[in-house]
């Protein structure tokens, strides 16, 4: 019989009616008290319970008492704390270094604005005759840096390395004419004499013909009469 199945083994009758009451004394005897009892003991690895004499069940005490010495016999687990496994400590933060490098920059150059003066354009009028061209610099630069960024720079030097172009405008200074209204077909201005061009006359004004006479030729331009004046013929 198994030792899960031992407490299903019926006690019989003749045992279980036996009295049990036992006193035990120093020195492992046991004597029953009233009359001599036979003690059951129910074992794992038999099959129902025998009845024992009180010599038997002393026995069996001081086996149970040599158990309980040895037990507390077995020296105590070692109360001292395991070993703490060593930790690594935290490796000091790297502290940035500084370095300082020389850095170019291609930067343009303005170009400059000149103006001079046209008499043959009208007055006020204006023309551009040289186109301006913006130049080229580089600067160099002294740059510190910390931690990988740049701060502060400091400018070393500036090459131009292409010139700029100055641009030329004219500006127009011929004064407007106002028209003779004695003649048409071309402007004859009004002026204290006017001459045909490539004449003989010495001016100081001119005019290219042929002009009409349509008033009064008070410049003298209609030599022949025809009406029509400074003409080849």
Do not use: H, K
């Not at 580089?138 to 700029?164: C, E, I, K």
């Not at 004419?177 to 100081?204: E, F």
């Amino acid at each position: 019989m198994t030792s899960a199945a031992w407490w299903r083994t019926p006690v019989p009758e003749s045992v279980a009616r036996r009295p049990r009451a036992v006193r035990y004394r120093p020195g492992g005897r046991a004597r029953a008290l009233g009359a001599t009892v036979s003690l059951c003991c129910c074992l794992v690895v038999t099959s129902a319970c025998e009845p024992r004499t009180a010599e038997e069940a002393a026995a069996g005490r001081v086996d149970t008492l040599s158990s309980a010495a040895a037990a507390d016999a077995t020296p105590p687990p070692d109360p001292s704390p395991p070993a703490s496994t060593p930790t690594a400590s935290p490796s000091p933060t790297p502290t940035p270094t500084a370095a300082t490098r020389l850095v170019n920059v291609r930067r343009g150059v303005p170009f400059a604005r000149r103006t001079v003066s046209d008499p043959s354009a009208a007055a006020g009028s204006r023309r551009v005759r040289t186109e301006g061209v913006r130049g080229t610099a580089v600067l160099t630069y002294r740059v510190r840096y910390s931690g990988g960024r740049a701060g502060t720079r400091v400018l070393v030097r500036r090459v131009v390395v292409r010139q700029p172009v100055t641009e030329v405008v004219a500006v127009g200074t011929r004064a407007a004419m106002s028209c003779d209204p004695n003649y048409a077909g071309a402007c004859v201005p009004v002026a204290r004499d006017v001459d045909c061009r490539g004449g003989s006359g010495d001016g100081p004004a001119y005019v290219s013909g042929p002009v009409r006479v349509v008033g009064n030729d008070i410049y003298g331009l209609d030599r022949d009469g025809d009406g029509t004046g400074c003409d080849s013929s």
